[in-house]
């Protein structure tokens, strides 16, 4: 048993249904009780979407449990294709019809439907909606695509001379973050390379589309999460070679490109147009400040290796903290955590993850919506890059986080928590005045949310004090959210030294502040007073 | 004790003829219930022992309060739990043992049984009882089952209060005293007792109460209101321990409310003179509040789909207080003795669905083209997609809408859709 608050990803037949939703003509047929239709809401009102997912439930009660369940399923499969008519049908069953072993998949071919009826085997209690998803779509793929699958030793024929390369962009879901705009952004990437969109998969896709993804060259993965074991099986079954870079940040885009060409067999062209705004941005002297800015990364293990790249290739952040809640892909973050000295976290505890950004006390958190609220709990700015979103996260105006438009905008996304730099400055060349002062939070986060890095808005003595009811109080993992950062901090401030650290411009005061702390922590001061304060920066910049 | 309404044979809907339809329906589980009930007991803690989705329900129910430091959770059960029930057990002692040292000022823990849990007869009475004899007197431990296969939505109040109604101390005499039943916002709350106290009525008591240690005293005298109509197991066990219920229609709209006062103002000897002197107020405002709406609503077409088991109390205040024309009034359920006098209220042939076949009920509806549809979220979107205007049903029950001063914001609720969509069109 696992004591859970909040969980990262939902159980694996929610996978599955962002498969079906995301598809066109295909039906889920869920064995699932009373209530397990809350996730048609997830669907509805997180991504607004104008229709009801595809999927019927059987929605058996506690009077059915026994034989009369099994006939329930039958009924409701055959009830669902008479009324819907779907091209392909998804029949399976959630946690509690998985426990009483009624057998979907044995029951729906009882029923000899006319369509191909696609059997989905998920452990609830061991697997989660990442891998559900995956597994519904290779499920789907094997089972529609596999009668096309050529004889052993055939090789694959050549393409005609003149015709132009075609590949299958795979991996977009329904409830997929910005799935919908990295599409459109992909798909025209790879248009204006001379590349055929073949199919793209899930998203939009008919059980007839599914059938042709043989007929493409290769396979653009943009997800992982979702297509990578269909794209495995595609390559061992088509001989079709898939693509690694995830175009997210304009270098990546750019080996993106550079990779599509090498499989398409083409001449790489060169694509950064002048929609390319951000390199440009990150290099303007306005984005100066943003040099070193300590940044932790949480999320799917996809968007927080990218998230890290382009935070630390393309902003000149430092990555001081890396990790994600699926653990099937553990070994990516693992190896991304080494590439910047840091240990990698994987977890789906988000306890564990807001005791990891307590410790490190970032000045950015890059995350999901759970890091979202952690970080404004604690006072530091964030910017959502990964599932799971909530509702403002399926924004209306185009925001794909792919391509060079992608790269643009999470240059914009990122920067806009932080203090824009040029406001810094004035700040701080009108420190005192009685509207440009320090303590003003900046214009564009309206009201007091939030503490945002080196600004103090209280002063050290008063965090101290707030805080010292907690450091005596035992260690209670959930009552932290009430009070704030956790008690790391031991040396108190003698008052001269706190004015003496006002003194400090404030732009730089909190990494004075920190450094402080832990030279005291370190050394066993327990007060600091500006000879610490002095000592501590003569400590620090050996 | 005079009756409330004065019922007529053959009046209202009191005979009317119910469809009862079986197949896919479009509700929550009663573990939804948690959301309101964990704010109204301020030192209860609901523990969920169930699967990943449980939790991912609860979550997607609960938005954004999980992480207002919430006084609920999930023991996700996992391959191991399933093995062998001896090791469950294990398991949850540890679990709670976990919560409780993390959560010293939690009084009253509540093992919420699921769907996974019931289905593997996993025994959550036994474990309360084993839990509450380890960790009294600090902390009573009590369960009841919110799974989906056994309750609908509301009906998991109803299972919480039920499971609590044996735990409330015997008053010392049977002295009469009052005790309204149901969560109610505080504010509504406030607004009753206050109401109860101009009425002169002396000892009044709410269940559930603010607190685990100030739950009602409970004897032969206690008689009770029903403030929600979902209360079925709870008004059993409370009349298992000798108290009797009062019969009333529920308050909602200045109608409904005057006639649950007034059963029990009847019930405890208040003169018709007092309480025609402490409603006059109220009602004279909810009047003037409810005319506005009725403007926009009277004439207007409306169905409800199941949810909550609100929908014939709503559908009667709509109907008599609003002027609104009736469709189909779904429910979940049915409790045909404690809805008596909602039924009798409502306009003869009210078309009248208990359970739920969604695909025809929504056939049905798309059909009639209603000016209004209340539903749940999981309809309200692709049905605005298709024309229809509609209102979401959750907000009826986390919204305070009970009683007098609410009596307007209730109309608003449904005056509110329509208004927009006029809006946006013009």
Known sequence: MQLTLWTYEGPPHVGAMRVATAMKDVHYVLHAPQGDTYADLLFTMIERLPRR?????????????????????????????????????????????????????????????????????????????????????????????????????????????????????????????????????????????????????????????????????????????????????????????????????????????????????????????????????????????????????????????????????????????????????????????????????????????????????????????????????????????????????????????????????????????????????????????????????????????????????????????????????????????????????????????????????????????????????????????????????????? | MSPVIPIRAGSGCSDAPVRRERGQREVFCGLTGIIWLHRKIQDAFFLVVGSRTCAHLIQSAAGVMIFAEPRFATAILDERDLAGLADAQDELDRVVTRLLQRRPEIRLLFLVGSCPSEVIKLDLARAAQRLSAQFSPAVRVLNYSGSGIETTFTQGEDACLAALVPQLAAASDDAPALMVVGALADVVEDQFARLFAELGIGSVSFLPARRAARMPAISAGTRFLLAQPFLADTARALEARGARRLAAPFPLGAEGTTAWLRAAADAFGVSAARFERVTAPGRERAARALARHRLLLGGKRIFFFPDSQLEIPLARFLSRELQVELVEVGTPYLHRQHLAEELALLPEGTALSEGQHLEQQLDRCRAARPDLVVCGLGLANPLEAEGLTTKWSIELVFTPVQGYEQAGDLAELFTRPLLRREKLVA
């Open chain 1, 53 to 542: 997912p595809p999927v019927t439930y059987t929605t058996f009660q506690a009077r059915d449990l026994g034989s009369d369940t099994a006939e329930l399923f039958k009924t409701a499969a055959r009830d669902a294709f008479e009324r819907f008519k779907p091209a392909a049908m998804l029949v399976g069953a959630s946690c509690t019809a998985e426990l009483i072993q009624d057998d979907p998949g044995g029951l729906a071919r009882a029923l000899e439907l006319p369509i191909p009826v696609v059997a989905l085997e998920l452990p609830a209690y061991q697997r989660k909606e990442n891998w559900g998803a995956a597994e519904t779509f290779y499920q789907l793929v094997r089972t529609l695509a596999g009668p096309k699958v050529a004889t052993p030793a055939v090789p694959r024929p050549t393409r005609a001379e003149g015709a132009r390369p075609r590949c299958n962009l795979l991996g977009p879901t329904a409830l997929g973050f910005r799935h919908r705009d990295d599409l459109r952004e992909i798909r025209a990437l790879v248009e204006r390379m001379g590349i055929e969109i073949n199919v793209t998969a899930p998203l939009d896709a008919t059980p007839a589309d599914i059938a042709r993804l043989g007929d493409a060259d290769f396979n653009v993965v943009l997800y992982p999460e979702t297509a990578s074991q269909a794209a495995h099986w595609l390559k061992r079954s088509f001989g079709q070679p898939f693509t690694r870079t995830i175009p997210i940040g304009a270098g990546a885009t750019r080996e993106f490109i550079a990779e599509v060409a090498q499989l398409a067999g083409i001449e790489a062209p060169a694509l950064e147009d002048e929609r390319s705004h951000a390199p440009w941005y990150a290099r303007s002297v306005d984005s100066t400040y943003l040099t070193g800015k300590r940044v932790f990364v949480f999320g799917d293990a996809t968007h927080a290796v990218a998230a890290a790249r382009v935070a630390s290739r393309e902003m000149g952040f430092t990555v001081v903290g890396i990790g994600t809640y699926s653990r099937e892909f553990a070994r990516e973050i693992r190896e991304a955590a080494a590439l910047y000295g840091v240990e990698p976290l994987i977890t789906d505890d988000y306890l564990e993850v807001e005791a990891r950004v307590a410790e490190l006390q970032p000045e950015l958190v890059l995350g999901t919506q759970m890091e979202r609220h952690i970080a404004k709990r604690l006072g530091v700015p964030c910017a959502v890059i990964s599932a799971p979103v909530h509702v403002q996260d399926f924004p209306a105006r185009h925001s794909p986080q792919m391509g060079f438009e992608g790269a643009n905008v999470l240059f914009d996304t990122w920067v806009h928590p932080l203090m824009m730099g040029l406001e810094e400055h004035l700040i701080g060349m009108f420190r005192g005045d009685f509207e440009f002062h320090e303590d003003a939070a900046p214009s564009h986060l309206g009201g007091h949310v939030g503490t945002p890095a080196g600004v103090e808005t209280p002063t050290l003595i008063e965090i101290v004090k707030e805080q010292a009811p907690a450091a005596t109080a035992p260690e209670i993992v959930i009552d932290r959210h009430a009070e704030g950062p956790p008690a790391g901090i031991t040396a108190m401030w003698a008052p001269d030294a706190e004015k003496e650290l006002r003194k400090i411009p404030f732009f730089v005061r909190g990494k004075a502040r920190r450094n402080t702390e832990r030279y005291a922590q370190d050394h066993g001061v327990p007060v600091i007073t500006i000879e610490t304060l002095y000592d501590a920066k003569a400590h620090f910049s050996r």
